[in-house]
């Protein structure tokens, strides 16, 4: 087993890693989906064709409670099974933190442009339109402090969940060079 991990990877809102195995692709989802049943205690789950959402069973759910997505490929280059797992919130949580950044983007963007134009101009139409900028950034930097608590929050999770794929191949790993 190889695992691949870049710098970047701990500083993005949701982490990623790649494992190589030689496992195949059916294997390791079979494998994958016994696994799960094993420690249905800790995790809980679903496990399809190419991969799976895992999620950590806990008494608190936060809102950027984190969840793994892995995905089995072949690559022919290493031909090797290549799992890629990506941390991160749920998809509805994902989506909405971007929704507001795109949402206060466009804001901040209209604003600056409204003051630009009015200043060009010598108008004083748009009084607004700076100090709306500013809140408009304040929003923004609040939105991204959010996303920076939850993955703090949420990082024992993410640590068991990375820990959940590794063993979750190791262990198969060891079976087949004991079998």
């Known amino acids: 087993m190889k695992i691949e991990e870049t710098v970047l990877d701990q500083i993005r ?17 079979a494998d994958l989906r016994l696994f799960l ?14 991969g799976g959402l895992i999620i950590v069973k806990t008494e608190h759910n936060n809102y950027w409670k984190p969840c793994l997505a892995l995905r089995a490929e072949h ?7 290549l799992i890629r797992g990506i941390f991160g919130p749920t998809s509805s949580v994902w989506t909405f933190f971007m929704f507001l950044n795109f949402i206060f983007g466009i ?4 604003a600056i442009t409204l003051w630009y134009v009015e200043k060009q101009i010598k108008s004083n139409d748009f009084w607004w339109a700076l100090p709306f900028s500013f809140v408009v950034l304040l929003c923004l ?6 996303a920076r608590i939850g993955k703090y929050k949420a990082k024992a999770e993410m640590q068991q969940l990375r820990k959940f794929a590794e063993e979750s191949i190791l262990h198969f790993e060891n079976d087949q060079v004991a079998g």
Do not use: C, H
């Not at 990623?16 to 989802?29: A, M």
């Not at 049943?37 to 190419?50: D, Q, R």
């Open 13 to 29: 809102s949701r982490p990623r890693f790649k494992i190589f195995t030689d496992l195949s692709r059916e294997e390791y989802t």
């Open 75 to 81: 690559d022919a280059e290493e031909n090797k099974t």
């Open 141 to 146: 930097a609040l939105t991204f402090l959010a």
């Open 107 to 110: 804001m901040w963007m209209v």
């Open 37 to 50: 049943k094993e420690n249905a205690a800790e995790y809980n789950g679903n496990i399809n064709v190419e």
